[in-house]
């Protein structure tokens, strides 16, 4: 069976945890898109791990942990990350795509120059190369990994594709040029360190399909993220849904059985773009401090996220264009100093209430319906049964199941890889 583990918000809804907590039932956790541009923070016996490249069932020694073919792959992080869970005396079973393409050094570079060229007007990306990534790979002028190993082919097709970097570096963005040998110097030793890792991973699922393997699709952010039904631009790069983990694992699409949908508790985001329920000031700080392990910063940049109220409309998008079969809420347990809890259950716009979560252009209007809901005032962590959390809480959990229409199965109500009740 597939299994799809994906976020319905903006991102850091706690999608790691999950995958976590369902790897250990699983044979085969597969990354299937997306960077180090996120990071998915788990909490276990070893630790706290913020993880950027590696899949989040790297803690268990039965689990084959791939990274799949649709995967923006900084040959350094991965590195960097084997390493820092060694040393925590974990030794990771991994499998690396031959299709997967990499993160060039350069792409790096035009994040940061692109950025600071637009000043004012930038999309507040991580600086991680993601977007030149993917316009390099549809671009048809991408690495895969297996084109590292031949060297003369390799440096053949950096001179070319640096004939066009090298003219936008020297005319936009007034910057040295780079050369195919300065470039290929710097691959070259991080190619050979990963070398063992990568492999035929399609082959080996198919192989793993005729066994009857259970196998995890991990996603990186949410809906809201998505570039085509997100909150375009202020979206990621690669599909953040389901479906796509088809194609960026190299997989069926009717083997995904049943998508774990992740939502937040309340709404948190980083990075600009609309966001309706947003709070501020000290009402916003106090949730931040609360929030998830060490309250709600970036597990990639560090940077405090925007906060707000739960957004019904915004989830209940979120969970239908993943093709959600069911729902685990996190972060219930921060909400628990509150003696009341708005809840977005529509939108305002132009004098008239809507419910379907619309394109950007009428978002950026939109202001947020509330309803408010009787707080529990209680410190629910260290509950391990759903029945015996507060009434207000049951409340608010099975309000929020009945305004997004999907059954939620799990509850967190902590970070650690035991706290979460399952109903």
């Given at each position: ?22 790897a ?15 990071g ?9 791990f ?30 960097t ?19 997967t ?81 300065q ?34 699709l ?63 000031g ?7 401090r ?25 989830t209940?998008?979120?969970v239908?264009?993943?093709g ?61 049964h ?16 009945a ?21």
């Amino acid at each position: 069976m597939v299994r799809a583990i994906v976020g319905a918000n903006w991102g850091d809804e706690g999608k790691g945890k999950i995958t976590d907590v369902l790897a250990a039932d699983a044979d085969v956790i597969i990354r299937f898109q997306g960077g180090s541009n996120a990071g998915h923070t788990i909490i276990n016996q070893y630790g706290r791990f913020a993880l950027h490249q590696l899949p989040s069932g790297v803690f268990y020694d039965h689990t084959v942990n791939v990274i799949g073919n649709g995967v923006a792959l900084d040959l350094q992080k991965f590195l960097t990350e084997v390493q820092a869970l060694k040393e925590a005396g974990i030794n990771p079973n991994l499998m690396v795509s031959d299709r997967t393409q990499i993160v060039m050094p350069y792409h790096v570079l035009f994040d940061q120059y692109e950025e600071e060229r637009l000043g004012g007007n930038s999309f507040g990306s991580t600086k991680s190369g993601i977007a030149p990534f993917y316009s390099d790979k549809y671009s048809k002028i991408g690495f895969q990994i297996s084109e590292l190993f031949d060297e003369d082919y390799c440096l053949k097709k950096l001179e070319r594709v640096l004939e066009i970097k090298n003219v936008l570096l020297t005319h936009l963005y007034h910057k040295p040029e780079l050369s195919a040998e300065q470039v290929y110097a710097q691959l070259k030793p991080l190619r050979d360190a990963i070398a063992p890792y990568v492999g035929d991973t399609f082959h080996f699922l198919r192989q793993m399909r005729t066994e009857g393997k259970t196998i995890l699709l991990e996603g990186q952010l949410g809906s809201m993220k998505d570039p085509d039904f997100g909150i375009y631009p202020m979206v990621t790069s690669s599909s953040t849904l389901a479906g796509f983990g088809a194609i960026g694992a190299g997989l069926p699409p009717y083997d995904i059985k049943d998508i774990v949908c992740v939502v937040k508790a309340y709404s948190s985001a980083v990075g600009a773009g609309a966001f309706v329920s947003e709070i501020f000031g000290e009402q916003a700080d106090e949730l931040r401090r609360r929030g998830g392990d060490k309250g709600e910063f970036g597990a990639t940049t560090g940077r405090p996220r925007r906060m707000g109220w739960f957004d019904c409309v915004a989830t209940r998008y979120g969970v239908q264009v993943q093709g959600a079969t069911q729902v685990a809420l996190t972060v219930v347990d921060a909400l628990g100093y509150l003696d009341q809890i708005p809840v977005c259950v529509g939108y305002e716009v132009d004098g008239q209430v809507i419910q379907n979560f619309p394109t950007t252009t009428v978002l950026e209007r939109c202001k947020p319906v509330l309803e408010v809901l009787p707080g529990w005032k209680q410190d629910i962590r260290g509950i391990r049964h759903y029945e015996e959390l507060p009434e207000a809480c049951r409340r608010y959990v099975e309000f929020i199941e009945a305004q997004i229409g999907v059954p939620i199965r799990m509850v967190s109500n902590g970070p650690g890889r035991d706290e979460i009740l399952c109903r």
